[in-house]
């Protein structure tokens, strides 16, 4: 980790002491978690799935499974 300065304005200071004292977490850890979401942001292309089986069902049956008949 290399140590660095940042310059916050007096409300921006304010508010990163109440979320850290709030979360018990260090405004630090709390600037490397806002830098990790939001300028080093997962690639988001791509599938996401919680499934990693073969598909049974197309998503145009997906009503007919439930259709009251």
Do not use: F
């Not at 409300?11 to 990790?36: F, N, Q, V, W, Y």
């Not at 300028?39 to 197309?58: F, N, S």
Request: proline letters at 4%; aromatic letters at 4%.
């Amino acid at each position: 980790m290399e140590k660095t300065q940042v310059y916050l304005r007096a409300d921006e200071i304010a508010a990163l002491r109440k979320a850290a004292a709030r979360s018990g977490r260090s405004m630090a850890d709390l600037i490397r978690d806002a830098i990790r979401k939001v300028v080093l942001k997962p690639d988001l292309t791509g599938p996401v799935a919680i499934w990693d089986g073969e598909p049974r069902r197309t998503s145009r049956e997906h009503d007919s499974i439930y259709d009251e008949r």
